[in-house]
Each structure stands twice: as C-alpha cells, then as structure tokens.
C-alpha cells in the first residue's frame, strides 16, 4: 500500500477488499506491507520476492521505480504495479481511465446541479487528480454546456489526503459560491467535503469505493475506480497461470471504472439521467465518446 | 541545572538512559499486549530486523545517515539558541539543489558533479535557514513560527516545481527523471564488492561515511573553534556575548545557515544516495526527527550517533516487525518514538531520587 | 530578660554534601534589630531562608514567640507573621507596585476590590512610616532604592511582625540607607523584630542591637552589639586578622590616557541618559565615580568599552577618537585590542557564562588571541594552563578549572574575571562594581590588586555604589547625578556626606 | 459583496479551533509552560470525542469527553514539565508524536475501520443553531456571516471573553502571569508555583479539548488519523504573533482563517495583472503574509520571561 494507509475508505482499502475477496474465493494466503518511507519501498518488495511468493502487487503509482529495480533482480517473480505504466518483462502495469468514470460522474453532477455549477476537490496537484479533474469537467460540459466547474486542491502535502476539516472547508466555500454538487478525489479530506454537502443539504459524489451508502441521501453517486476487480483479477489471473506482463489499462469496457447507482441514492438519479448516463457510457465503450487524458498532453480541453 | 546529584557520573551517563528507554519499552509492550500480542516477542522481532541481519543493519545505517544530519542540524542552532523546526524546508530546498545540479549537469563525470551537488544542497539548505535567521536577527522575528512557515513555503513550491517544471516527461508520477549514473553515490555494497566482499544490496552508501565526518567536524567546530566559542556564547547568554565583542547578529545568521547547509546533507543521501532522482515528499518527517534526535542525543555529536542509531533502528525494525505482526501498524512504531522521546528526553531525571536512595544504600553497607 | 521573638535550636541544613548550616542555636528578642555578618557562603542566607520556608532544615527546631512551628513553605511564614525582603528582590518586573504587594494575598476572585483595599491600606502604611511609592508606577521602571520599599510595604501589607532583610543595602546611597535605617528604627519602636543581614560593619555597629556572626556554617559569636568594635567583629568573621586599612601611595599621574568631551546618551523615549559628561583620566590613577545606580555610571561604562554608541559627544584614547572608529568587527573587540579591558558591572550576567566552566571563561572576549590557537582549532592545553595560573594567582577556590562557573560563589567569580582582564595587561581598565555583596576577606584581595595595577601606571576608572570603596581607592572622584557629571573633587578632600548630597543632586 | 461575507463565514469557522487552542496555549505559555503539545491535546480530545459520542450518541457526551482527553494529556504535559522538571520542548513534541500513534492504533483496535472513528449520526454531532430572531436579522445580509453557525463556536466567543477577563482582572489571572514571569517572585508572596501551573495546563487542556472536539463534532463528523493537519503549531503561531495577548492572539487565528479563507476562493481564478497564478503558490499565502507581517510590522515579541524554564528553588 501507498503511505495513506490501508483504510481510507477509498482507494488502498479497495485493493484490501479484492485481496480478501480472492482470499475467501480460493483460500489462498497473502501477505500484505505498508510502508512508511521512500526507502522501504524497494526494501519491502524485496523481502517480499525472496520469500518466494509467486506474485506481487503495489499498489500507488510511487511504487513504479522501485517495481522497476526490484523486478529486474528477481526474474522470476510475477510483479504488477497498480496505476502506473511500469517496464519489464515479469512486470504487468495496471492503468485506469480514470477520466471515464469522472466523465460519468459529471455528466450526472451537471444534470442534478440546478444552479448549474459544480465543483471538484482534489487532494494534491499532481497529474492523477488533475486527470480526474478534467474528465468530470467533460462530462458535467456534455451534459450541459453551462455548467461551470470550480475546481480546489486541498493542499501541498501529503497531508493534503488527511485534512477532512479543511475538506469540508473548501466544499462549503464552493457552496457559497453556488455551487450544489461536488465531486472528490482527495482520499479522507473527502469525508469532510462529503460531510459538508449533507450538512449543507447539497450533494457530493464519492471516489474509487463506492462511498453512496455514507451519507445516504446526500451522495449523488460515486465514481468507482475497481482496484478491487483488478487486484483480484491479477490475483486470479497468477493462480490461473493466466498472468502475463505488459500494460493492461482498465477503463469503462474492462470494468476498471464505473458509477455506483443502489439503494442509497436510487432516489437522487432521476430516469432521465440514468437514460442519458447510460448511453454516454454506451457510446465510451464503444469509442463515440473519447474522454481525453489530462495525463497524455498535460492540457484538458474543458477549464 | 539539575539538582546536585549523589550519583556517580557513569550512572548519570549510562545507567539512567538505559532505565528510561526500558521503562518507554515497558509502556509501549503494554500497549502491545492491550492489543493482544505478545511484547517479548515484538522488541525480539524489531531488534533481529534493525540488527540481526546484514541488510537490516544496512537499512538501518541508512535511515541513521539521515538522521546524522538533520540531528546535527537542529543541535547546531541549538548551541546558538534557536529553536530551528524548518529542517523539513531545508531538507526540501536543498534536494532541489542536488536536482537542478543533477539534471543539468549529469554528462559531466562523477567527480565533477557528485561535489557540485554536495555544494549545492548545502548552498540551498543554508539559503532557505538564512532568511529565519536573518528576520530572527535583525527584525525579531520569532524563529519557530517562521520556520514552521518556511516549511509550509518549502513544500509549496517544491510542488508546484515538480508538478509543473521538472516531472519527468510523459510520466503521472511527480518525480524527475532519473539521474545519470555518474552521479549516484557509490553504494556501500557496491564499494564493499570491489574488494570482494558480497554484501547484500541496501541504499546504504558513502553518505554515511560523510555523516561520520560531519560528527566529528561538528564536535571540533562547535567546542574547540573560535566560531563555536562564539556560538556557544551567544547561545546561552547573549549580554555576555555582546561584552566579548562577538557579532551577535551574524552568529544568529551563520548558525542558521550552518544548520540548513547540514539539514541539506540528508538530501544527499536521500537522493544521490538511494533514489537517484527526486520525487515528491521524499523529505517524509526526517527533518522532524532530526528534533527529536538532537534532543535526545543532547545537542552532542556521540548523543547524536546514538540516538539516530536508536531512530535508524526503529525505523527499520519497525518495518521488519509490522511484517511480520500485521496488527503491529506503523502507528505503532511512531507510539513508541513518541514514548522514547518523552522517557528519554524529557524525563531523564525520571530514576535520579530512586538511584540516588539506592546507591545510599549500598554505600551505607 | 525580653521576651523571645525567635528561637532556633540545633538547625541543620545539607546541600549534598555541603553542610550548609551546622547546628545553629540563637535567639531574638522581641522588638529588637539583630544582625548576622558573615562571610561569604557562611550560611547566612540559607539559614534565614529556612525561616521563611523557602528551603527545610534537616534537623534542628524553631520556636516563634515560645511555640514550636513548622514552617513548610513561604505562605506558612507569612501566615506566621515572617516577612523577607530577599538579597536578589523578589518582585514582578512587568507589574505595578500595587499588582506586587496584593500578588498572593489578595481577598476574593476578582482582582477589583483586592487592588482598591490595598490602595487605601497602602495609604495608611505610607503615613505611618513614610514609605513613598507610586502605587500605579511599573516595578520595573523603579530604582533600587523605592524597588526596596516595595519589599518592605509587601511584608507590611501582609502583617508581618518578624522582618528579615538580606543584604538591604548593598545597592543603596548612604542617604537611602539612613532612610532605610529609619524606618527599621520606626518598625522596632511599633514592638517588630527585625533580622539584618550585611556584610557592612559599620551599619551593623550603628543600628543592630545584638549581632551573630557566622562562619563556614557554623555561629562563632553571639555578642551585644555595645560591647564589640569593628575590629572585634571583622577577626571574628575572617577567623584571622584583617587589615580594613588599604595603603595608599600618593598617585603619580602621567600622561592622558582618556579624555571624554561632551559625551551624551538619548534613548529610544527621547530619554538622556547621558548629558553632556566630561572629565580625563591620566595613567597611574584611579578616577572613581559615585552616583546612586540608574544615574548614568552604567551607560557610560558601556560607551567607553564599545556596546553601546554614543548619541553625541567625543571619546579620545591615547589621541584615538574614539567614537568615529570603524572596524570590521564590532567596537567591544576593536576597542579591546587597542588595551581597553572591561570588568561589567552585572558580573553574572554579563562577565561570564555561568554554563561554561571556568577555563572557557578565562577567555571570554579574549577567544581571538592568537596565543591560544592551534590552526583553525583551539589550543586546549594553553587556554587550561592560563586558566590554572588566573586560579593559583587569584586564589579562586575551589581551585577546578573544570567546575561550571554558576557553581563559584560571587566573590570567586568576579576573581576569574578581575584575573582576566587585568592579564590582558591593558592600558585603561573600566570596573564596574568590584566587591558588591563580596565578603571582607575577598574585598581586602581585590582591592590590593586594583592598587597594584595604579602603580604599575594603568588608568582606571572605578564605578562603585559602595561609598567606602571610592573613597578607599579613588584618586580622584566624579559624582554623577541623573546623567550629568554633579561634582568633581580630589579624593583626599572628600567626606562621605559631601558625595552624598552630590549623589543626590543637592548642592 | 455577498462573496465577502461568505468568506467572514468561513473566516469564523476555520478561526475557531485555532482560537480555542490559542487561548489554551495562551494559559499554559503565560504560567511558564512552553506548549508544543497544543497539537496533540486537540487530537487526544478530537478521538475521544469522536469515539463518546459515537458510542453514546450525544454531542455533549463527546464534548465533556473531550475535554477529559485534553487535560490527561495536559496533566501528561504538566508531571513532566512540572513535576519532573523535563525539557519543555522535548515534552511538547513527544507527546505529539504519542497522541499521533495511540489514537489509530486503539481507533483499529476498537473498531476495526482502520485509524478512523465510524460516522457520527446528526444526533451525536452539534448542528448549527438556527435562532428565530436571527431570520429576521438575517435578512439585512451584512449580518448575515454571524449567525447560523455552530453552537461551540458562540461558545469559543464566550471563552474569548472569559479568558481576558480572567487573565487580567481576576485573582487566579494575576498569579498566572506572575508565575510566568518571575516564579521565584510568585513563591516568595506564598503563592503554590507548582499548583499554578498544573492548574494553568489543565485549562489549556479542557480548552484544546474544546477546540478537538469541534473538529469532529462540529466539522468532520468522524475521527481520522492526524486530523489535527498541523493547526496546534498555527495555533502556537498566532499566540507569538499576537505577543501572548488574548485578544491579539484571537486576531492573529482570525487572520490566518480569513487568508485561508480567501485563499481558497482565489484558487484556480484569474488574477487581474498577474493572470493565473499555480494553485501551489495561493496556497502559501497565508504563510508568506504571516512571515511579512512578523518581519515588517510586529516588534520584537516579548515572551513571559521564565518560559521554558523548569522552577527549581534555587538560584
Ligand atoms: N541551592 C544550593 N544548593 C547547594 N548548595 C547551596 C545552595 N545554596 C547554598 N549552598 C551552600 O550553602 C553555603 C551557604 O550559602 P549561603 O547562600 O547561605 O551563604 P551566605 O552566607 O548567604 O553567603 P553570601 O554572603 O554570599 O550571601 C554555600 O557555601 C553553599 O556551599
Ligand atoms: N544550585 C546550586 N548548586 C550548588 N551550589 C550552589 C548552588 N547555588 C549556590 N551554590 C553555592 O552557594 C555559594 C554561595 O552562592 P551565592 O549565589 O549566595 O553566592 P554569593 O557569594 O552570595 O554571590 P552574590 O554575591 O552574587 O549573590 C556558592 O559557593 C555556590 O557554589
Ligand atoms: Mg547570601
Ligand atoms: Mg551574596
């Protein structure tokens, strides 16, 4: 796991949940590390190789050099890196679109907004939030070409993924400024921000795990980014023998992102939103729609 | 300032930290066993992980290099009475030194380039000190809120730079490229294979052997040199200072740079050292411990050694034991930091009525 | 025989090893002043410390108008009706007068009507023993003298019967001294007891009514006051023959050695501290100025050994000026190098770092002399060795190098420094306040040697409180009064009274 | 205009768990304590609070909860300082350090979500207060900021006013400050030096115990893991700036909380002459300004004199 922590509601704890759920499938043990600093990261991935273990998962894109070096010294270990593109031969990189989900997200945020302003909370200013910035951008555009998107980051260090208060701070200064719908990638700053749209009676929409049944009522949807179906996929796929090296990228068509609709928020999602989502996301699987990557040009064509 | 003791000095010197640090141990084993494992174990486990193997002992020297230097560096504005909590800035502005040396300069052979990034750590280190230590000297302005700001400052701009300017082309991760090989500082296994021996592979590196040094230079500057004469005077009495006739303000200044320059070698080892390029918080709360270390260690290079050994070890026994104890969480390590820290550093006259009604005793018999 | 305000029997007191108080037996009449000389470190104020409960004895009992008490800490003292004005003033700097005397003895929660019941008994105390103060005046801002009164107003104010008084006048004029004296007087007729600690013979002589004289922790005489003389008393303490009498060769003055025109000082507030001071000084005198403390002496001090700048006015030294000097280092080392030494006037806080031990203050000022460096390094041993020949020369005891100078008493620490500045074989030395609170034997000591460094035709400039020690030493005697320079006269026509009334301006 | 008094709004609740833990600071730095454990007071008592609360389903509950976690750790703070005459400093950071490790680890222990506390139900939190009378006042906007908010932070008001009544004018304020500033002084006129400052930390405690549980009961809803994100040494911060003056020291949270406050609205908007400007660097305003300010327009800051130093009776 990445220095967040195992449970943050989000996305390391989503990569535990496949890992149990592989575990529960098959009965087969595996042994997990959380790392406190740069330096273990290599370290831990070693100890882990040479305890013979047949396949190895980091999870973060931090990981990706260390991934790099250790794979190199240990041939035969199956290695795979979750949310970065990583080299070598026994390695499998596992990518998301993130942009794709987001893209739904904010499809439903610009419906469901009636004063036609929404917002995004980020955690840091680094390119993966950037990217989930602007495919929720596109979406709440596309749904609506009025709608404006306000856009804050929390802060500028890792603490920024930490800070729930001042989550909650920035969402109701986007309330203040009109806006009524939020969407945020910051980690458990997005607690407060989530809090904050039910204490303000607004809405806000969840990140990586499905985070509709928080506050139920009051989560407009969440935007799933399934580390749970690809750490168990890889899991499954190393038992299978199945397994083989290269980037595997997880969009909309491979189940790598979604929307969460259920009971929590059946009620927020009106028939027709669920009609135009549904066909948005139709057409991205099928390639009509291309979202674009924050992360290919550094540019997003909506602000 | 204490109290005249009745003890004899190697129980002041040895025996006592050794009972707080058992008694900061016997806490945390409690709160081990509160939460339903077994204490004994545990110290075995983190003590075979910080010392009981070759690359344990190297991760461990590694995490004690960094420490060395950030130790140092709130010791060396400490001996001039400043309380320096901007070690993390410091640290932070001095890997931009090594970076924008690194990246620009790393066609050029080692020799040229590694001194030159050496040169620039501490250059930026001792730059980002200097503004403290100046508002500190000549406005009064109180030197822990600003370097707590300067802190803050420092990450700011270091994300903007990385995120903005210096990533590494085409990747998501904000980090740079990585450097040329030339500029990596031999590796200790590296160095230790040229003469045939197999270590195995750590970030250990002859950093280490530059903190050593630096112990001792520190040692020979601030008690046996003029300039540490003066530091040491301005430190403790500042009137006395001014009747010697010793610049006051530009002690105040120089010691800040000093301590920045020496915050700024924990740079060093962290990026030409282990990671060979520089990423975002690579700092990761070294330049904080280095407040506990130098507190600890009592502002003297040898306490300093010991006790960025002691941190060093529970860094990496630490990891070695969540390993192997998933219910042992880094939480845990950094509890009983906390507890070392408050035993040993603040408590330390903890055991002195006790000992001293003890060793009454004995020589009464 | 009169009643027995105090009796204390068999008293003991350790600090680890030292034993400060050995059994101590004496009494005190009721209503009487009684004295306790003795030198320094005798034991003097941890013993009137244990009867206000600031430490505990050991062994030993105290009786308080015949009933046994324990007095366990200062709020029992002052219950029991014990009163301290202490040798270093136990005020709050940054409060009013009115804040400190109610400061733990106010009535109620709010602090209101404690201040307006002070303020009206205040009044009342003022009437009864004359003792003017400001009540709204910050205590910080006062001079010693009315900071002193506050002391005794506090214990007034809280009821005391017993007065204890360490060393009162050690930083008072012989004016504010008879002032003080007269009050003690007024105290004593109202049936209050009061105990004087001071290393002054002649007070001692003058006001106590029975003295006991203690030395190295143990009593050596309890004697009635009439029946003793100054000698008598001086041996006793000493446990030898003193001699109270300096020798003093008629002075040859030489050549100009300071001459300082004009010379004046404005602070921040618009304040002079320094207005238009002028005087000479030549080799081989000593030109002392008197001057009740807060008049001037200590700004001048600071002027002339450079770490403070003069607002106006010329210093010349051996034809230098003096003021317009420009260095590269700042002017307390520039004006050291050219032979200037300084012996502060706050000698702890000032003179040297108590942290440090005592080989590193040998040098302090003196850390860039070339003697004692190796290289870039110190050279150790050297700085060991000069240190070690300051000990043996000054007789500093303990004789240890090593020991942290807070550890010294006062006396031992202004020998290392008088054994400093006097080595750097200087021209002209500026001293400030050499002997204060040192005891007899120590002052005999550096007096000589002060003598010793005129006649080896040194310049000195002697800055004292102590009327005696002026007179004493002086050549010739500069009084100051409120920054300006009140009167200038030859020493051998000088009386103490005339200097008084200079001091205080009149005339 | 309207934007400006949602930014006062924010301003008033971003200012509050700063201003309680200053006033904390302000009680244990004027009786001589030097107090770097603001932080970890405040996060002691946001878990507590988080963890009663949730377990018995009443804001006040929490509260007093608390209050309780902060002044145990204050008491920590003061047997070490006090007590046992530790270093002050080293006291302050290691009990940060602790408070920052126990609380996840006893958070997982208890209720395995990992270093957090679970959601805290409307019932168990303290809503805004909606007054009747203030409808109709809020109507003429301008007034608007002022109400509407949180209970503990009309509370906070209160406190502010306690504490400069009862440093200044009243008894226990006067053996305070005189104990800060001269304990030898404060012994000699029979006062318990010790005493005060225990007493003096336990305050500092219940305060931060306050200030903690707005964080959860108030803001967040829940505990996680170093929640307190740093605003215990910004506390700290705006007590120097404002000279360890009540008043000044609230000026000095309200500051930092109204530039935050803009900070955030600046971010990502144009800037007329200047353009866009990285977020990163909207970010470090409030930062940079409170350095300007210290550097350009404060005197020298004139500490308690006897801060830091442990009362040993002796000289
Ligand atoms: N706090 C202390 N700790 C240890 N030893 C002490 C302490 N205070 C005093 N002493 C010892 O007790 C002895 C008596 O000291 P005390 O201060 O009573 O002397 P004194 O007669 O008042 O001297 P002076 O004339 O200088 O005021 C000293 O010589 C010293 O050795
Ligand atoms: N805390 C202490 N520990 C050990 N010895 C002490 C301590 N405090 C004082 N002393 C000893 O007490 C003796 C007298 O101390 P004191 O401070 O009364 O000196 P003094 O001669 O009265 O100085 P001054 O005239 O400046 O007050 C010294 O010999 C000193 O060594
Ligand atoms: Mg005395
Ligand atoms: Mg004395």
């Known amino acids: 796991?990445?220095?967040?922590?195992?449970?943050?509601?989000?996305?390391?704890?989503?990569?535990?949940?496949?890992?149990?759920?592989?575990?529960?499938?098959?009965?087969?043990?595996?042994?997990?590390?959380?790392?406190?600093?740069?330096?273990?990261?290599?370290?831990?991935?070693?100890?882990?190789a040479r305890r013979n273990v047949d396949l190895i998962v980091a999870v973060g894109f931090s990981f990706t050099q260390a991934v790099q070096t250790v794979a190199a010294e240990f041939p035969k270990v199956k290695f795979a890196v979750v949310d970065d593109a990583a080299k070598g031969a026994n390695v499998q990189s596992i990518v998301f679109k993130e942009q794709e989900g987001s893209y739904l997200v904010g499809m439903a945020a610009g419906m469901a907004s009636k004063s036609k302003k929404v917002g995004f909370i980020g955690g840091m200013d680094v390119p993966l939030i950037r990217a989930f910035g602007c495919g929720y951008a596109q979406g709440a555009r596309a749904a609506d070409k009025k709608v404006e998107v306000i856009t804050n980051m929390t802060g500028t260090t890792p603490q920024a993924f930490n800070d729930p208060a001042r989550g909650g701070e920035l969402a109701r200064s986007q309330f203040d400024r009109g806006v009524d719908v939020v969407f945020h990638a910051a980690g458990g700053t997005g607690m407060g921000v989530l809090q904050a749209a039910k204490d303000k009676n607004k809405l806000g929409i969840g990140v990586d795990s499905n985070q509709n049944h928080l506050f139920p009522g009051f989560v407009l949807t969440s935007m799933l980014k399934r580390v749970d179906n690809a750490v168990y996929d890889i899991f499954m796929a190393g038992k299978n023998n199945t397994w083989k090296p290269g980037i595997v990228t997880m969009g909309l068509k491979e189940g790598g992102v979604d929307w969460a609709v259920d009971a929590n928020n059946r009620k927020l999602i009106s028939k027709d939103m669920e009609a135009r989502i549904t066909q948005a996301r139709k057409d991205i699987v099928a390639g009509k729609i291309k979202v674009v990557d924050y992360r290919a040009g550094n540019s997003c064509p909506v602000q | 300032m204490s109290q005249p003791s009745n003890l004899p000095r190697w129980a002041t010197l040895w025996l006592m930290p050794v009972l707080n640090l058992f008694a900061a141990l016997l806490v945390s084993g409690l709160v081990i066993t509160l939460i339903g494992e077994d204490p004994v174990e545990c110290l075995q486990l983190m003590i075979n992980g910080a010392f009981g193997y070759p690359e344990g002992i190297g991760y461990t020297l590694f995490y004690t290099t960094s420490f060395i230097f950030t130790g140092l560096a709130v010791a060396a504005a400490f001996h001039a009475g400043l309380f320096n909590i901007g070690g993390e800035g410091q640290m932070y502005l001095a890997g931009l030194g090594v970076t924008l040396v690194c990246l620009g300069l790393d066609f050029l052979p080692g020799w040229v380039v590694i001194p030159l990034a050496l040169l620039a750590s501490m250059a930026l280190g001792a730059a980002w000190a200097f503004i403290p230590g100046y508002l500190q000297a000549k406005r009064g302005s109180h030197i822990v809120v600003t370097t707590i700001m300067f802190n803050f400052i420092a990450s700011a701009l270091m994300t903007w730079l990385l995120v903005d300017k210096l990533i590494m082309p085409g990747s998501q991760t904000p980090a740079t490229r990585l450097f040329a090989e030339s500029a990596w500082i031999p590796m200790l296994h590296e160095l230790a294979a040229n003469l045939g021996i197999e270590l195995p592979q750590t970030p250990l590196n002859a950093t280490f052997f530059l903190a050593l040094l630096a112990l001792v230079l520190f040692y020979l500057m601030v008690w046996r040199s003029r300039w540490g004469y003066a530091l040491r005077t301005v430190g403790l009495n500042e009137k006395a200072a001014r009747y010697a006739g010793m610049p006051v303000s530009k002690v105040i200044i120089v010691a800040m740079c000093f301590s920045g320059a020496l915050a700024g070698l924990a740079a060093v080892n962290e990026l030409l050292g282990s990671t060979h390029r520089m990423n975002l918080a690579f700092t990761n709360g070294i330049g904080f411990v280095g407040i506990a270390v130098a507190l600890m260690g009592r502002n003297h290079p040898f306490g300093i050694l010991l006790s960025a050994l002691l941190f060093g070890a529970l860094t990496q026994g630490g990891l070695d034991l969540s390993f192997e104890k998933p219910a042992i969480t880094h939480e845990m390590i950094i509890l009983t930091q906390g507890l070392i820290i408050l035993f040993c550093g603040a408590l330390e006259n903890l055991f002195q009525t006790p000992l001293a009604l003890a060793f009454k005793q004995m020589t009464k018999r | 025989m009169a009643e027995l305000a105090i009796e204390l029997t068999g008293v003991n007191k350790y600090f680890g090893e030292v034993h400060a108080n050995k059994n101590i037996s004496f009494a005190v009449a009721k209503g009487s002043i009684h004295g306790i000389i003795g030198e320094n470190g005798a034991g003097k104020s941890t013993l009137m410390s244990i009867l206000y409960g600031y430490y505990q004895a050991d062994s030993g009992s105290i009786h308080l108008n015949g009933q046994e008490v324990r007095i366990r800490n200062s709020h029992d003292a002052i219950a029991r009706g014990i009163g301290m004005v202490h040798q270093h003033f136990m005020l709050v700097d940054t409060f009013t007068v009115l804040e400190n005397i109610v400061l733990g003895a106010e009535q109620g929660v709010a602090l209101k009507q404690s201040l307006a019941a002070a303020r009206a008994h205040l009044a009342t105390l003022n009437r009864d023993y004359g003792l003017q103060v400001d009540p709204d005046a910050i205590v910080g801002e006062l001079g010693v003298g009315e900071q002193q009164r506050v002391e005794i107003l506090k214990a007034l104010y809280r009821g005391a019967d017993v007065l204890i008084l360490d060393e009162p006048t050690a930083v008072l004029t012989p004016q504010e001294a008879d002032d003080l004296f007269r009050i003690l007087g007024l105290l004593?007729?109202?049936?209050?007891?009061?105990?004087?600690?001071?290393?002054?013979?002649?007070?001692?002589?003058?006001?106590?009514?029975?003295?006991?004289?203690?030395?190295?922790?143990?009593?050596?005489?309890?004697?009635?006051?009439?029946?003793?003389?100054?000698?008598?008393?001086?041996?006793?303490?000493?446990?030898?023959?003193?001699?109270?009498?300096?020798?003093?060769?008629?002075?040859?003055?030489?050549?100009?050695?300071?001459?300082?025109?004009?010379?004046?000082?404005?602070?921040?507030?618009?304040?002079?501290?320094?207005?238009?001071?002028?005087?000479?000084?030549?080799?081989?005198?000593?030109?002392?100025?008197?001057?009740?403390?807060?008049?001037?002496?200590?700004?001048?001090?600071?002027?002339?050994?450079?770490?403070?700048?003069?607002?106006?006015?010329?210093?010349?030294?051996?034809?230098?000026?003096?003021?317009?000097?420009?260095?590269?280092?700042?002017?307390?080392?520039?004006?050291?190098?050219?032979?200037?030494?300084?012996?502060?006037?706050?000698?702890?806080?000032?003179?040297?770092?108590?942290?440090?031990?005592?080989?590193?203050?040998?040098?302090?000022?003196?850390?860039?002399?070339?003697?004692?460096?190796?290289?870039?390094?110190?050279?150790?041993?050297?700085?060991?060795e000069r240190c070690r020949r300051f000990i043996s020369e000054f007789d500093v005891r303990p004789a240890n190098a090593f020991r942290r100078s807070g550890l010294f008493s006062g006396g031992n620490q202004q020998k290392v420094i008088l054994a400093r500045e006097i080595d750097s074989d200087p021209q002209l030395m500026l001293i400030g306040q050499p002997t204060r609170g040192v005891d007899i034997g120590a002052i005999e000591f550096i007096h000589k040697r002060l003598m010793a460094l005129r006649n080896a035709g040194k310049a000195l400039l002697l800055v004292s409180v102590e009327l005696d020690e002026i007179l004493a030493l002086s050549d010739r005697i500069i009084v100051m009064n409120a920054g300006r320079v009140s009167g200038e006269l030859p020493a051998a026509q000088a009386t103490a009274t005339e200097l008084g009334l200079l001091m205080g301006g009149h005339k | 205009m309207d934007s400006f008094f949602s930014v006062l709004d924010a301003t008033i609740r971003v200012a509050t768990p700063l201003v309680l833990a200053a006033l904390a600071g302000l009680f244990s730095e004027r009786s001589g304590i030097v107090d770097l454990a603001l932080e970890g007071k405040m996060l002691a008592a946001a878990f507590a609070a988080a963890c009663v609360a949730y377990m018995m389903q009443s804001p006040w509950a929490g509260l007093a909860a608390g209050m309780a976690a902060g002044v145990m750790v204050a008491l920590l703070h003061g047997i070490v300082s006090i007590g046992y005459n530790g270093n002050q400093l080293i006291s302050g950071v290691a009990l940060n350090m602790m408070v920052s490790g126990l609380t996840p680890v006893l958070a997982l222990a208890w209720f395995q979500q990992g270093g957090r506390t679970p959601t805290l139900d409307d019932a168990a939190r303290f809503r805004s207060v909606e007054l009747p009378v203030a409808d109709a006042i809020a109507a003429s906007a301008p007034l608007k900021a002022l109400f509407g908010h949180n209970i503990l932070v009309y509370l906070a008001v209160l406190v502010i006013m306690a504490v400069s009544w009862v440093v200044y004018k009243s008894r226990f304020g006067l053996r305070l400050r005189a104990v800060g500033e001269n304990p030898h002084a404060a012994d000699a006129a029979g006062i318990n030096v010790k005493l005060v400052r225990y007493l003096a930390q336990s305050i500092s405690g219940a305060l931060c115990g306050v200030a903690g549980a707005y964080l959860v009961l108030a803001q967040t809803g829940a505990f996680i893991q170093d929640m307190t994100a740093g605003k215990g040494y910004l506390a700290l911060a705006a007590l120097i700036f404002g000279k360890w003056r009540p008043w000044a020291a609230v000026s000095g949270c309200l500051l930092f909380a109204f530039t935050d406050a803009i900070q955030i609205r600046l971010q990502g908007s144009e800037l007329p002459l200047i353009g866009s400007i990285p977020d990163a660097f909207i970010q470090a305003i409030p930062y940079v300004l409170t350095v300007v300010l210290l550097a350009g327009f404060m005197g020298r800051a004139v500490a308690p004199k006897a801060i830091g130093v442990p009362f040993v009776k002796s000289r």
């Not at chain 3, 105990?195 to 013979?201: C, G, N, Q, V």
């Not at chain 3, 030898?240 to 020798?247: A, I």
């Open chain 3, 188 to 384: 004593k007729a109202q049936g209050k007891t009061v105990l004087l600690i001071t290393h002054k013979l002649r007070e001692v002589l003058d006001i106590t009514d029975a003295v006991t004289v203690m030395r190295a922790g143990e009593i050596v005489g309890n004697v009635v006051t009439a029946e003793v003389g100054k000698e008598d008393l001086a041996d006793l303490m000493v446990g030898r023959k003193v001699n109270l009498q300096l020798d003093k060769t008629p002075a040859t003055p030489g050549k100009t050695v300071l001459q300082v025109s004009n010379l004046s000082l404005t602070d921040a507030r618009g304040v002079k501290l320094l207005d238009d001071v002028s005087f000479e000084l030549r080799e081989g005198e000593i030109v002392g100025i008197a001057g009740v403390s807060g008049n001037g002496q200590s700004e001048l001090l600071e002027i002339l050994s450079g770490m403070r700048e003069a607002s106006a006015g010329s210093v010349r030294y051996n034809g230098t000026e003096l003021t317009t000097l420009q260095a590269c280092e700042p002017k307390a080392a520039a004006y050291r190098r050219l032979g200037i030494a300084h012996v502060p006037e706050d000698r702890s806080r000032e003179g040297l770092v108590k942290d440090f031990s005592t080989f590193e203050n040998a040098i302090l000022g003196y850390h860039d002399d070339p003697a004692i460096q190796c290289g870039l390094l110190f050279n150790r041993k050297a700085i060991i």
């Open chain 1, 1 to 48: 796991y990445d220095q967040a922590g195992k449970f943050d509601k989000s996305f390391n704890e989503a990569a535990y949940t496949g890992a149990e759920r592989f575990k529960k499938a098959t009965g087969i043990a595996y042994r997990e590390a959380q790392i406190a600093n740069e330096a273990q990261k290599e370290q831990v991935l070693r100890n882990l």
